[in-house]
């Protein structure tokens, strides 16, 4: 019940934020900003550490200077995420386009009859890419995703996802509805910079951390002998985005074990590295730590 009713209180308030201009949405991202930075202090503590964790190189200026620019770009990416509730889609394609390789990339697949496995992190806005691929694209794309625990947002959030044609995978569902699907054209995405167990992960340096990474995209391409594409969102200023996409592996697979992984868990470090405020770190990506025999 409580979960209902928090969603009927704040779906008006999140209608209202779909549907301003964006230029007043980040006047509104800017105010949010001093709240959740100076006030709440949302996360402080975990994005710092896992900032001077990543570059130990920097000073505590730097460090400040960087914290302050994530908490701003987190600010815009939240408030972006609600307008994709009611933006069109020639505004949609205007805000985040796929690079012109890329999109050569994609005709090229398609025109193959190749299905594919795509591996992006969280990083710049995945949400509008995820649109714009949709709209752009002769695939069908899925998205793997965690289903939130109120049902309510969960459906809101769905509908939002799946507004220019996305579809939703359920994590636990994965395998099975990636073979359910073979035969049609599709691409499935996987944002694989999520936590998982410490026993059931390959674990790699990242940032200068150990890491537990997904096996996931990697053990699915060698079962489906699916192409693994790695996808980049690049930020080219406040609210506009541009998709790079690379071929990253193709089948048949004869790496040893741990190779793919590796392969776009690196691709994503760099690219953190060029532009780290758009990365998400509120998120808490190390809390595991290896378990040693």
């Known amino acids: 019940m409580a979960a209902r009713l928090a969603y009927y209180i704040a779906l008006p308030f999140i209608y209202f934020l779909s549907i301003l201009p964006l230029r007043l949405l980040y006047i509104l991202s800017d105010m949010v900003f001093l709240v959740l930075f100076y006030v709440i202090r949302y996360r402080r503590g975990i ?9 130990p190189e920097k000073d505590e200026a730097s460090i400040k200077t960087l914290q302050k620019k994530f908490y ?6 939240f408030l972006e995420t609600f307008k994709t509730l009611t933006i069109s889609t020639g505004r949609m394609l205007k805000h985040c386009r796929l690079h012109g390789d890329t999109l050569l990339l994609f005709e090229k ?28 694209c002769k695939h069908h794309l899925y998205v793997i995703y965690h289903p939130l625990s109120n049902k309510y947002f969960d459906q809101l ?40 167990s410490a026993d059931n ?55 040893e074990e741990g190779t793919i992984t590796e392969l776009h868990t690196r691709q994503l470090e760099a690219d953190i590295i060029t532009q780290p405020e758009t990365w998400l770190w509120s998120h808490r990506r190390w809390k595991h730590k290896r378990i040693v025999p």
């Open 47 to 55: 994005v710092k550490k896992n900032l001077q964790n990543a570059f």
């Open 72 to 77: 701003r770009y987190f600010c815009d990416l």
């Open 109 to 136: 697949m398609a025109a193959e009859n190749r299905n594919f496995i795509i591996v992006m992190g969280h990083k710049g806005n995945w949400e509008w890419a995820g649109n714009t691929f949709s709209l752009c």
């Open 157 to 196: 959030m769905y509908s939002m996802r799946s507004r220019f044609g996305t579809g939703l995978i359920a994590m636990k569902d994965t395998f099975r509805e990636m073979v359910k699907n073979r035969r049609e054209l599709n691409a499935t995405a996987f944002i694989a910079d999520q936590t998982p």
């Open 201 to 255: 992960a390959h674990w790699m340096t990242f940032l200068n951390q150990d890491t537990p990474v997904f096996w996931g995209p990697e053990k699915i391409a060698e079962k489906m002998q699916y192409p693994i594409v790695y996808v980049s969102v690049q930020k080219l200023k406040r609210g506009y985005y541009e998709v790079h996409a690379h071929l990253l592996s193709t089948p048949p697979y004869e790496y």
